[in-house]
């Protein structure tokens, strides 16, 4: 590098040429690689802003009318993203309510799968939880209930409130008590507080001492 700039003008074009001779190729090929490594970013960055906001559109819509097709293009097109996790929870609740439990149990269970790989705790999965806990307490699938929760590290007040409501069911008095115990702990909400100590003082099974 040294020679190169001692050298005089002609040589230094001399020189510049000669590796220009050598390398052109793979200056060539670096220099489109970069441009089509940056037109690729700026597309997929593009293409992903359109689709999130086109999403976003059509469950803002959803949400307005309260279509269901809008709702099944969501799922259908952008299955995998969060705003069809958003319609699976909507329409799970639209078709308990229409007493199609096997229906809102299958979307409730895609959403807790979807979400089943996220390290920190996942609001998603702990409302889907929740509202397949409800179906099954529900439909008496007391041990589906405790299955449920066996696998889920952060169990919610909510959670552990309906963990002891199967204990109870099945029997399971002291562990429904701590369980109990452990959403009242958990809680910061008055009226599920008041709630729960009904349930702790309502227990069978339990020696008085």
Known sequence: MANFFSASQEEQQEILLSFW???????????????LSIVG??????SSQEEDFETASLYQSYLETDDQDAGKRII???????YADFVRLNEAKRNFQNNDSSKAIELLKTVINNNANAEE???????????LAKIYLDNQ?????LSLFESTDQL???????????ENALGQFNKARASYMLALQNSTNQSSMALINMKISDLEGEEIE
């Open 21 to 35: 001779q050598r390398f052109k190729y793979l200056i060539i090929f670096a220099f489109v690689a970069i441009v």
């Open 41 to 46: 970013s700026d597309y997929i960055t593009s």
């Open 76 to 82: 259908d097109t952008y299955s995998d993203s969060v």
């Open 121 to 131: 705790f996942n609001p998603l999965q702990a409302a889907a939880k929740i509202r």
């Open 141 to 145: 699938d007391f041990n589906e209930v």
């Open 156 to 166: 919610t007040s909510t959670m552990l409130e309906q963990k002891a409501d199967a």
